[in-house]
């Protein structure tokens, strides 16, 4: 089915939401508790009627009595009942309807093979926007509209994130909102029998809310429509693709998870490449690229300038990038020539990267401007240790690289040390916010910011070569 | 010079420490405020000294008006002076100076190489068992002698770290503290100009208290002297080694930072290897590894089974497992059958990983009883979502896995996802010390946990064949 846009719109930013049927704790309306719009129940047991109200909820014994026009309705219910749900949607004119009811394809049974046929045909003869089944739907923090309680709301970013996993879906808004990373909108489309990713990336390729995506995909069901859209969208933004069921095991899971079919892993990364999609393979690698792509600008090269660590770090850095990609260089003779004019050597060192040691910390600015005339260097890195979290130099040193980001070319990123005890995270959180803030992305590790440039750079590059006609694409 | 045990005894858990100059902000005499000995300082600027009366501290202005015998001293006296500070160390007949002066040859000047020279005959002629230079010395936390003010203390563990940077000592013992893993002893011995990485090797492998050993090393000064202790060490405890200037980045950052001569990086894999060592790769390997160690029963197999996730997490811990090495696997027929007995599969699978899904989580006694019974399985991994911390299921999934364990042959491992607001920290450190009391070691990210499991499945490994006589070592 060609999904309608202008459905999605309504689906994705509803006026109206009703939830027809629910868990036993009243999850999805719960879920909906700072939704903007107007909320409705549709449940026919009498001894819930009093809990509903008690939400603030009106509750109607069928979706046709809701006396407005509904957007989306979240189905909840047994699966015996659904289709005669989804009959009421139709009747209703409702945008779309997001089916959490689960127990078909995934389960490997005969019965719940039929069932989802059934549930297909429905849809498709009627046109009704069926996402999932077997899904958390969406999330759209904007207008309030969540796939769990316990989701943010009330804040809006330029994220966009399609997942075949509804635990996913949730895991990613979550750590990207707690590492200062906000979404537009995202969906979990979970069995995707109607709507499916191709869909949703297409939609998210021609939203300008957003300005990269995400995506956990298992398999595809449309191997050629779902490439030439990704390669249509990865030539506008980026687009961070991450395979679930690269191995085996993996695999095995992936097909009694969604009875999604197998792609060789080389076919899949050779496709990914060509598309000029980003592949990561993990929850923790999405959410870095993301934010590296979010934050940074445009990547040029791989050569790091590092500030702001002491010897062992230094080391360890040096040694990440290296084997990550991202280089550590030495710098140009000029840079070396204006250190030496200052910098004291007692516990300390300057080759890059530039360790300031206690003596040199009131230069920092000055370093950092060092490191943004540098030829040999393509890319900032400051560390902000537990140590300058706690003492007085933390303002100097943050101010010290957002001046430099906003007069620089080049990108520029910090590492934060998660070394902090309960009491330092509220401080790690404003420094978070304060740096990314100017567009400097932050990172708890070396390795995963390391990761992170790479990829980013190696989007950059591919969009260079293709920008330029020297990439077959 | 040969170490002198006794002498080493003394200065890890010394009855008093003299602290001689300091830093600009007392960081030495502050550190050691917890220090549950005597406490001197020897300073001789008169406009310190009511700042030193005001800690609590007997200041004198020379080490020999001490009135009492002095185990270790702390040397943060500018390089002039540490000579005749080192002169007073041996009249006084003290057990070890721990030298956290700088300027020597790291700074790759000649006046800094000329010093150190000077200061490393010093000590051979005297015998003065010397510490450092450019160090943070010793770490015990259970007598309260700190290398930072920061560090813990009051309490004690079973892991010994040696480092040759200051940093890493510290950021280990804090990151280690943090999840739950304290220290017995901990050394940063810097320029090692006397006392190095061997000698501390050995004195920790005869140390009863000390289960596993940690190790950051750059570079080796004698390599023969190293290799045959850590084989004889490793014999009879883990050793963790992780080298920092793998890649030539870092290796030009080691040779800035400690002036240690490079070795080619196969050469020292394979040589840790034959050893018997743990090789890795990073500060989160290095903490995960010793993590498993610690609490792990020895791991003789590869292959775990899964259980607690929903479907995308399983696809992803089959993936992030394969990826590293262990395996999850297809359970035997016994225990499919077992499970074909009670598992509901609406929203929920049993192949391995098990989602139990909300139908099951009820009988997540019984399906880790499954597991550990199965012939397929080696190890037994729980999933603790953050739904589960914050809901009334978290201490029955506890109490199971806790009593598993208590019975079973099979090491048995959680995770435990990062997706934490900062109220909930609370609650998951109470997760972790309750789950590591019973031995259940828990890490927060699949991928570490894999590496964890994987390297000491390759560490049991070798002990199996070299305790059988099958490796040549």
Same mark, same amino acid.
């Given at each position: ?58 509750? #109607?014994?069928?979706?046709? *009595?809701?006396?407005?026009?509904? *957007? ?10 659904? /289709? ?25 049974? $005969? ?48 994220? %966009? ?18 590492? @200062? ?20 990336? $297409? ?24 490439? =030439? ?15 679930? @069921? ?9 097909? =009694?998870?969604? %009875? =999604? ?20 393979? %993990? =929850? *923790? ?12 600008? /445009? ?9 702001? @660590? ?39 060192? #300057? ?39 706690? @003492? ?37 959180? $404003? ?40 990439? /077959?694409?």
């Amino acid at each position: 089915m060609k999904a309608d846009f202008s459905r999605l719109d309504r689906a994705f930013a509803p006026q109206c939401v009703a939830v027809v049927g629910d868990k036993p704790d009243f999850k999805w309306l719960r879920g909906q508790s700072q939704f903007k719009g107007k909320l409705y129940s549709v449940q026919i047991n009498p001894r819930n009627f009093e809990k509903i109200k008690a939400m603030g909820v009106d509750n #109607y014994t069928s979706l046709s *009595d809701i006396p407005e026009p509904v *957007d989306l309705v979240i189905v909840a219910v047994p699966r015996a009942v659904a /289709p005669q749900i989804l009959d009421d949607c139709v009747r209703k004119g409702v945008a779309a309807a997001h089916v959490f009811t689960s127990g078909y394809s995934e389960t490997g049974t $005969e019965e719940g093979v039929r069932l989802e046929r059934l549930l297909k045909e429905q849809a498709e003869q009627t046109g009704l926007h069926l996402i999932g089944p077997n899904c958390l739907g969406f999330f759209n923090p904007a207008v309030g509209l969540k796939q769990v309680p316990d989701q943010y709301s009330g804040t809006t970013g330029p994220v %966009g994130f399609i997942s075949q996993s509804g635990n996913h879906a949730v895991a990613f808004s979550m750590d990207a909102h707690l590492v @200062g990373l906000d979404l537009s909108k995202s969906v979990s489309f979970g069995g995707g029998i109607v709507l499916d990713s191709a869909d949703f990336l $297409e939609y998210f390729g021609q939203d300008p809310g957003i300005k990269v995506i995400g995506m956990y995909v298992e398999g595809v069901k449309d191997g050629r429509r779902f490439l =030439s859209v990704l390669r249509e969208v990865a030539a506008r933004k980026p687009v961070v693709v991450w395979k679930g @069921g690269r191995t085996e095991d993996g695999e095995r899971a992936a097909v =009694s998870h969604t %009875g =999604s079919l197998a792609v060789s892993q080389t076919t899949w990364d050779s496709v990914m490449r060509q598309c000029g999609a980003i592949k990561v393979n %993990g =929850s *923790d690698a999405m959410v870095d690229t993301v934010k590296a792509l979010v934050f940074l600008l /445009p990547v040029q090269g791989n050569r790091v300038g590092v500030t702001g @660590g002491s010897g062992g770090q230094s080391v360890e850095i040096a040694d990440v990038f290296a084997e990550a990609g991202p280089k550590v260089p030495l710098l140009t003779q000029k840079s070396y020539a204006e250190l030496a004019s200052f910098f004291n050597l007692v516990g300390a060192s #300057y080759r890059n990267p530039i360790d300031t040691g206690n003596m040199n910390r009131g230069q920092m600015k000055r370093i950092l401007e060092i490191l943004e005339q540098d030829d040999n260097v393509d890319n900032l890195v400051l560390l902000v240790t537990p140590r300058m979290v706690r @003492g007085n130099q933390l303002d100097s040193y943050l101010n010290a690289l957002i001046d430099v980001r906003r007069k620089a070319n080049k990108p520029v990123m910090a590492f934060l040390s998660t070394l902090f005890s309960s009491e330092e995270t509220q401080v790690a959180r $404003e420094v978070i916010r304060k740096l990314q803030g100017a567009g400097i992305p932050v990172f708890g590790s070396f390795q995963r910011g390391a990761r992170a440039l790479r990829n980013a750079h190696e989007y950059y590059e591919f969009k260079r070569r293709t920008d330029h006609g020297t990439d /077959p694409g």
